[in-house]
Each structure stands twice: as structure tokens, then as C-alpha cells.
């Protein structure tokens, strides 16, 4: 009998010590990834169009030669960012030979290992088209994928920036 209070003290023990180590480790839960807060100058973007049928074409990737000061990525701690985009050369003005500057301001939210970027507005797209940015870090390369839906395909762009 002294054998079996023994071991039921033991598995207490035991037990005590898994819910110290579980209730430890909850108070220890991570307070927000704060990777990504920081600004990161563009060095590479992919941009694409993918049909319904996955199909791709337009492929085009631009090389770090051509950004510059105005095409990064600025995150701030309180669930903003700024992002300098990137036109290539023509694409706003055909007639033009260099890239356009712009930039806009989204709001972000940490969804499971990634970040989710919306526009921080409380309009409705009375088109329907359909928007899904999302960004994630993986060591000192922040990647920024946003995907288009124009209602004949998904126009794709991967944006690669470093700190």
C-alpha cells in the first residue's frame, strides 16, 4: 500500500508540474511578431497574369536596378504601413519611358504566419473586383503578394523587398 501512495504522489507531482509548464508557456505566448515593423527598399518584383484555368502569361520580373529611394515598404507598430509602388515604364503612360512613383497607405493584421494588408476604407467596390494582399518575412526578405481579380483573370504581383 505504501508502493501505491507512492506512485499516486508521483503522478500529482507529475501532473502539478505539466500544468505549471502548460500555464508557463501560455503567460510566455508570443506578443506579436514584430519582424516586419521597419522599412524595406524593393529589389525584385514579379508581376503576371493567371487565368481561371491557371494559365500564365505576361510573365515579367524586374531586378533591383530598377527601384530606387521611392519603391519600399515602411511598416509602423500600430497595424499601418506605407508602400512605395512600382509602375514600370509605361504602364501609366504608354508614351512614357520611366516608371511612375506612387504611393498608399494600408492597414495590416497578423494572420497565422503571414500579414494581411486592406485598404484602410470603409467603401465597397461597386465593381466586385476582388483584392487579397498578403505579407509575410522569412529572415531579412519581406514578401508582399497581391492578387487581382478582374473578373476575366488574376492579375499577380510578388513584391521582394530587404531591410
Not at 69 to 93: D, E, H, M, Q, R
Not at 150 to 159: E, L, P, T, W
Amino acid at each position: 500500500m505504501n508502493n501505491d501512495l507512492t506512485s499516486n504522489q508521483m503522478k500529482a507531482k507529475y501532473l502539478l508540474l505539466f500544468v505549471a509548464l502548460v500555464t508557463a508557456l501560455a503567460a510566455c505566448k508570443n506578443e506579436g511578431d514584430h519582424s516586419i515593423i521597419g522599412k524595406w527598399q524593393q529589389v525584385k518584383l514579379r508581376t503576371y497574369a493567371k487565368s481561371y484555368t491557371g494559365i500564365i502569361s505576361h510573365d515579367t520580373t524586374y531586378s533591383s536596378t530598377a527601384f530606387d529611394t521611392t519603391n519600399y515598404a515602411k511598416f509602423y507598430s500600430n497595424g499601418t504601413c506605407v508602400i512605395g509602388l512600382f509602375y514600370p515604364p509605361g504602364s501609366i503612360n504608354r508614351m512614357s519611358s520611366i516608371a511612375y512613383p506612387s504611393t498608399t497607405t494600408y492597414n495590416y493584421a497578423p494572420a497565422g504566419s503571414k500579414y494581411v494588408l486592406t485598404y484602410p476604407t470603409t467603401l465597397i467596390s461597386p465593381g466586385g473586383f476582388i483584392t487579397t494582399d498578403t505579407a509575410s518575412v522569412s529572415g531579412n526578405t519581406l514578401l508582399i503578394h497581391s492578387v487581382f481579380d478582374n473578373h476575366q483573370y488574376y492579375a499577380v504581383s510578388d513584391s521582394y523587398y530587404t531591410k
